[in-house]
């Protein structure tokens, strides 16, 4: 068990003030309304609401008014009644994370004892307490799409492209389960991933977000997973396919189409636990996945070194090409994944009021990344693995029927490995400079290994202490304290194999510029204060979040002396962050909203922790970056103005336009070894991660959506976005000072600078019955720098790719049998087999290059139009798995 760092005594204090009242990412939502007498509209006080099937209720005050806070999301039941009057339910009641749905009655005076009247509610179009752009997706809805994960439903929304959310750089997204952090922070990726089956609802907040959540500045991921009922559920989905392209020679083997090419097994079983009645409840999930992938290498050549004694000259054209091991020349795929996956969630009331949640979960993943450099040697590959693991509990209690207690605590463990063999003393390492030796103008890999073995992990504790409170029908007070403490540790080399180590594979020092080795422990906290004011002509969101943030390490005092420089300890970060966002309703079918806050998000960690010990390697010079723990946070002052519009109880139109104005984006600068020192390589220059790279983004959106009834459903959005800054990279310095080139000092298109995007949803069908939906992807063409003979000709980023455009397909048929439900599922991703050009050539701008800057013949087993060729730079052809479900 890690160690957590201790925090000074005086942040504590401070946090604890804050503590009064707080939630920290919130994962309910309300109900509230107003109950009158239906003959001559006066309110009711006193009336019972109550919603069906849960414990949770309130009582009507003297002006009729109630609200129920704490509502889990989902679709309720909600009885009204009272001694004289006819009792009232509504049914399908929609609650959604942090959002207020309204229900009112009308109550009539009982005539027929015993009566009960049965309302089915609508959920209204326009939503009038959305103060930022925010999208909340059932697991009803995500049962109808044809996605794999929650990151393919992020990607669908507004705004979003390639992973940025409103043009920023990747890792700038909060990524949530059950109101807690699960990013890694290393890299600010998730650290797994909730699979679609334990879902519940995932809200994702594009725009701006309120003072409750912290450390992100583009954008939320809010996921909800579900809980056991009172009664046994179980479900299971079982899907086969493959890729299937008239492509070939392009996609070289996919003209062997096997069903277990794509496998996806999943299942959920939920309930009472047996013999504990109807107080405890257990969830479980599990999912097993395989992709072989679509970009296959062959084994021409086996990973061996030049000094193996299965060395052979072959004729190739001509030509004698040494090769120390052939191949059987079988196919090897060389982008496969597979995922395993094991979740449990218990669930247990307590203490009368109280309710314990439980969630564990395992997620092992593994793969491999393309290299066009090795498709006639894919044995020679890197493998990447990830072992994540979670341990999560949940403790509410109700304060009466107004407040709630709420502590969240984690563990978090995320271990990453990439290696070609587990073992780094394994004898088939080759020797280390095989992969040099056996390279060629445009030729592949003919023989040789990756020798890199890198293992990292990611350890983090988290703990909130939540409360919530509805002081008045028109406030609901949040405010309080979160603390998370991080270990992270790597070990990461080059494995030796050479004369220095008797040709035997061997591991490096540590503390040397071949072997990396630390093990870090900074934390960080968060305190802050919202408060939800409706007032019926407006909701206003106002709060103010302070971040806090400790490196809990050395930095150099000389950045001119990296070798014998005093060091000193790292300076503790912190930032005041204030947000507002308003909801004015024109009308019943209109309301516009404005939003604006400052935002606080620290670098991701490696870049803190990168070469800890301050090691210049001659060889790598400017391409290894030392890392800078005193780095700032990187900050975000964001605002949009909004119209959503409903044409119809179930047409809406909307607006938004944003603009970004960001600072201190994770740059580098260059630094020089000063002379007259006890100095190595005295003179020679280095790079170090700094604050110096800026952006801006401005966009509109436009959308329409037709919502599923009648037997169809239409969604469309618009998004026009300018993404501009002065570096997409953030060694973008260093890379300029190798190439020879100043680095930009004006605003230029980032690489994720699209600047129409156009998404469409169309879906057929009656729910429960039959459903087809069909998703389509239009995009204009992304940015490249243009240069001959590798030499750039124009500002960076001045050049357009063409433009992409994809297809997807899910359609179901259901079938009922003896209270069970079984389905026939077909998915299709790629509908029409679109070669979409991801990457280009930069002298044409096209996936084939101008030869005549490529002067020279190939060297190795290949030939030149089989190097120059590129399926890396097209998307996925089509895909197609066929599955088959059952839940009761």
């Given at each position: 068990?890690?160690?957590?760092?201790?925090?000074?005594?005086?942040?504590?204090?401070?946090?604890?003030?804050?503590?009064?009242?707080?939630?920290?990412?919130?994962?309910?939502?309300?109900?509230?309304?107003?109950?009158?007498?239906?003959?001559?509209?006066?309110?009711?006080?006193?009336?019972?609401?109550?919603?069906?099937?849960?414990?949770?209720?309130?009582?009507?005050?003297?002006?009729?008014?109630?609200?129920?806070?704490?509502?889990?999301?989902?679709?309720?039941?909600?009885?009204?009644?009272?001694?004289?009057?006819?009792?009232?339910?509504?049914?399908?009641?929609?609650?959604?994370?942090?959002?207020?749905?309204?229900?009112?009655?009308?109550?009539?005076?009982?005539?027929?004892?015993?009566?009960?009247?049965?309302?089915?509610?609508?959920?209204?179009?326009?939503?009038?307490?959305?103060?930022?752009?925010?999208?909340?997706?059932?697991?009803?809805?995500?049962?109808?799409?044809?996605?794999?994960?929650?990151?393919?439903?992020?990607?669908?929304?507004?705004?979003?492209?390639?992973?940025?959310?409103?043009?920023?750089?990747?890792?700038?997204?909060?990524?949530?389960?059950?109101?807690?952090?699960?990013?890694?922070?290393?890299?600010?990726?998730?650290?797994?991933?909730?699979?679609?089956?334990?879902?519940?609802?995932?809200?994702?907040?594009?725009?701006?977000?309120?003072?409750?959540?912290?450390?992100?500045?583009?954008?939320?991921v809010n996921i909800v997973t579900k809980e056991g009922g009172n009664r046994l559920e179980?479900?299971?989905?079982?899907?086969?396919?493959?890729?299937?392209?008239?492509?070939?020679?392009?996609?070289?083997?996919?003209?062997?189409?096997?069903?277990?090419?794509?496998?996806?097994?999943?299942?959920?079983?939920?309930?009472?636990?047996?013999?504990?009645?109807?107080?405890?409840?257990?969830?479980?999930?599990?999912?097993?996945?395989?992709?072989?992938?679509?970009?296959?290498?062959?084994?021409?050549?086996?990973?061996?070194?030049?000094?193996?004694?299965?060395?052979?000259?072959?004729?190739?054209?001509?030509?004698?090409?040494?090769?120390?091991?052939?191949?059987?020349?079988?196919?090897?795929?060389?982008?496969?994944?597979?995922?395993?996956?094991?979740?449990?969630?218990?669930?247990?009331?307590?203490?009368?009021?109280?309710?314990?949640?439980?969630?564990?979960?395992?997620?092992?993943?593994?793969?491999?990344?393309?290299?066009?450099?090795?498709?006639?040697?894919?044995?020679?590959?890197?493998?990447?693995?990830?072992?994540?693991?979670?341990?999560?509990?949940?403790?509410?209690?109700?304060?009466?029927?107004?407040?709630?207690?709420?502590?969240?605590?984690?563990?978090?463990?995320?271990?990453?490995?990439?290696?070609?063999?587990?073992?780094?003393?394994?004898?088939?390492?080759?020797?280390?400079?095989?992969?040099?030796?056996?390279?060629?103008?445009?030729?592949?890999?003919?023989?040789?290994?990756?020798?890199?073995?890198?293992?990292?992990?990611?350890?983090?504790?988290?703990?909130?202490?939540?409360?919530?409170?509805?002081?008045?029908?028109?406030?609901?007070?949040?405010?309080?304290?979160?603390?998370?403490?991080?270990?992270?540790?790597?070990?990461?080399?080059?494995?030796?194999?050479?004369?220095?180590?008797?040709?035997?594979?061997?591991?490096?020092?540590?503390?040397?510029?071949?072997?990396?080795?630390?093990?870090?422990?900074?934390?960080?906290?968060?305190?802050?204060?919202?408060?939800?004011?409706?007032?019926?002509?407006?909701?206003?969101?106002?709060?103010?979040?302070?971040d806090y943030f400790d490196a809990n390490s050395e930095v150099l005092e000389d950045f001119?002396?990296?070798?014998?420089?005093?060091?000193?300890?790292?300076?503790?970060?912190?930032?005041?962050?204030?947000?507002?966002?308003?909801?004015?309703?024109?009308?019943?079918?209109?309301?516009?909203?404005?939003?604006?806050?400052?935002?606080?998000?620290?670098?991701?960690?490696?870049?803190?922790?990168?070469?800890?010990?301050?090691?210049?390697?001659?060889?790598?010079?400017?391409?290894?970056?030392?890392?800078?723990?005193?780095?700032?946070?990187?900050?975000?002052?964001?605002?949009?103005?909004?119209?959503?519009?409903?044409?119809?109880?179930?047409?809406?139109?909307?607006?938004?336009?944003?603009?970004?104005?960001?600072?201190?984006?994770?740059?580098?600068?260059?630094?020089?070894?000063?002379?007259?020192?006890?100095?190595?390589?005295?003179?020679?220059?280095?790079?170090?991660?700094?604050?110096?790279?800026?952006?801006?983004?401005?966009?509109?959106?436009?959308?329409?959506?037709?919502?599923?009834?009648?037997?169809?459903?239409?969604?469309?959005?618009?998004?026009f976005q300018v993404a501009e800054g002065n570096a997409s990279d953030p060694r973008s310095?260093?890379?300029?000072?190798?190439?020879?080139?100043?680095?930009?000092?004006?605003?230029?298109?980032?690489?994720?600078?699209?600047?129409?995007?156009?998404?469409?949803?169309?879906?057929?069908?009656?729910?429960?019955?039959?459903?087809?939906?069909?998703?389509?992807?239009?995009?204009?063409?992304?940015?490249?720098?243009?240069?001959?003979?590798?030499?750039?000709?124009?500002?960076?980023?001045?050049?357009?790719?063409?433009?992409?455009?994809?297809?997807?397909?899910?359609?179901?048929?259901?079938?009922?049998?003896?209270?069970?439900?079984?389905?026939?599922?077909?998915?299709?991703?790629?509908?029409?087999?679109?070669?979409?050009?991801?990457?280009?050539?930069?002298?044409?701008?096209?996936?084939?290059?101008?030869?005549?800057?490529?002067?020279?013949?190939?060297?190795?087993?290949?030939?030149?139009?089989?190097?120059?060729?590129?399926?890396?730079?097209?998307?996925?052809?089509?895909?197609?798995?066929?599955?088959?479900?059952?839940?009761?």
């Open positions: 068990m890690m160690a957590i760092p201790v925090p000074p005594r005086w942040l504590l204090v401070v946090l604890i003030l804050f503590a009064t009242q707080h939630v920290a990412a919130q994962t309910t939502g309300k109900i509230s309304g107003r109950i009158v007498d239906v003959m001559d509209g006066q309110p009711l006080p006193g009336v019972n609401v109550l919603l069906n099937e849960t414990m949770q209720g309130a009582s009507t005050d003297v002006d009729g008014d109630y609200f129920i806070i704490n509502i889990r999301p989902g679709t309720y039941a909600v009885r009204a009644s009272f001694i004289g009057y006819t009792p009232v339910v509504v049914q399908n009641v929609q609650v959604s994370i942090g959002q207020t749905t309204l229900v009112d009655f009308k109550l009539k005076e009982e005539v027929i004892q015993g009566e009960e009247i049965v309302i089915v509610a609508e959920k209204p179009i326009v939503q009038h307490d959305l103060t930022s752009s925010s999208v909340s997706i059932s697991a009803s809805q995500l049962a109808t799409l044809p996605v794999l994960n929650f990151s393919d439903v992020v990607a669908l929304q507004a705004g979003v492209v390639e992973g940025h959310f409103r043009g920023g750089r990747a890792g700038e997204v909060s990524y949530l389960v059950d109101g807690i952090p699960i990013n890694d922070v290393f890299n600010q990726s998730f650290a797994y991933e909730v699979q679609n089956n334990a879902i519940q609802e995932v809200n994702i907040i594009s725009g701006t977000f309120n003072a409750e959540f912290g450390q992100a500045q583009s954008g939320v179980a479900t299971g989905n079982f899907y086969f396919g493959d890729y299937m392209s008239s492509d070939t020679e392009l996609f070289g083997n996919l003209n062997d189409v096997t069903p277990s090419g794509i496998y996806d097994l999943e299942g959920t079983l939920g309930g009472p636990v047996p013999f504990l009645g109807k107080r405890v409840h257990f969830f479980s999930s599990a999912r097993l996945f395989k992709n072989d992938g679509f970009l296959y290498g062959r084994n021409i050549v086996n990973p061996a070194g030049t000094n193996a004694d299965t060395g052979q000259l072959v004729q190739v054209d001509g030509r004698e090409v040494f090769v120390p091991s052939l191949g059987d020349s079988s196919w090897s795929s060389m982008n496969w994944s597979e995922l395993a996956t094991v979740q449990l969630k218990l669930t247990a009331r307590i203490f009368g009021t109280g309710k314990l949640s439980i969630n564990g979960l395992v997620q092992d993943t593994d793969g491999q990344d393309f290299d066009h450099l090795f498709r006639y040697n894919p044995g020679g590959l890197l493998r990447n693995s990830a072992l994540s693991k979670s341990l999560t509990f949940n403790y509410t209690h109700l304060l009466g029927t107004a407040s709630f207690l709420e502590f969240k605590g984690a563990y978090f463990e995320n271990e990453v490995d990439r290696f070609l063999y587990s073992d780094p003393l394994d004898d088939r390492y080759p020797n280390d400079n095989a992969l040099r030796q056996l390279a060629g103008n445009f030729s592949f890999f003919r023989g040789g290994a990756s020798m890199t073995h890198t293992s990292r992990k990611t350890t983090s504790l988290v703990a909130k202490l939540d409360l919530i409170s509805q002081i008045t029908k028109n406030h609901q007070i949040k405010s309080g304290y979160e603390y998370k403490g991080h270990e992270l540790f790597l070990d990461d080399f080059e494995v030796k194999n050479n004369s220095g180590t008797d040709f035997k594979a061997a591991i490096p020092p540590a503390g040397t510029p071949d072997h990396v080795l630390y093990t870090r422990k900074p934390f960080e906290m968060g305190a802050y204060i919202q408060d939800k004011m409706e007032f019926g002509i407006m909701t206003v969101n106002l709060g103010v979040r302070w001119g002396r990296p070798r014998t420089s005093p060091r000193m300890a790292s300076t503790p970060k912190s930032q005041l962050s204030p947000r507002i966002g308003l909801a004015y309703p024109l009308s019943e079918q209109g309301v516009v909203h404005v939003s604006y806050g400052h935002f606080f998000q620290m670098p991701p960690f490696e870049f803190l922790f990168t070469n800890p010990d301050y090691i210049f390697d001659p060889e790598e010079g400017l391409n290894r970056a030392f890392g800078y723990p005193d780095l700032e946070p990187q900050r975000t002052i964001a605002y949009e103005i909004g119209l959503t519009q409903a044409l119809s109880s179930d047409v809406k139109i909307e607006g938004t336009t944003y603009f970004r104005d960001i600072r201190n984006l994770l740059g580098t600068r260059i630094e020089v070894i000063s002379a007259g020192f006890d100095e190595f390589f005295q003179l020679s220059k280095y790079g170090r991660f700094i604050n110096r790279d800026f952006g801006q983004v401005k966009g509109l959106i436009l959308s329409f959506e037709k919502r599923l009834s009648h037997g169809y459903g239409i969604q469309i959005d618009y998004t310095v260093l890379l300029d000072e190798q190439a020879g080139i100043e680095s930009e000092k004006q605003l230029v298109a980032l690489d994720w600078d699209r600047r129409h995007q156009l998404n469409t949803t169309f879906t057929l069908g009656t729910p429960g019955k039959w459903i087809a939906t069909v998703i389509g992807k239009l995009g204009s063409g992304l940015p490249y720098t243009p240069s001959l003979a590798d030499e750039r000709i124009s500002i960076e980023n001045s050049g357009r790719r063409r433009g992409t455009v994809t297809f997807d397909l899910f359609a179901r048929k259901t079938f009922d049998a003896n209270g069970w439900r079984f389905s026939v599922i077909a998915r299709i991703f790629n509908l029409f087999d679109t070669r979409n050009e991801v990457n280009v050539y930069t002298d044409t701008g096209r996936t084939f290059p101008n030869l005549q800057f490529l002067p020279g013949q190939p060297q190795g087993l290949n030939t030149k139009e089989q190097f120059i060729t590129r399926p890396d730079f097209f998307s996925p052809p089509r895909q197609i798995t066929l599955g088959l479900s059952f839940s009761f």
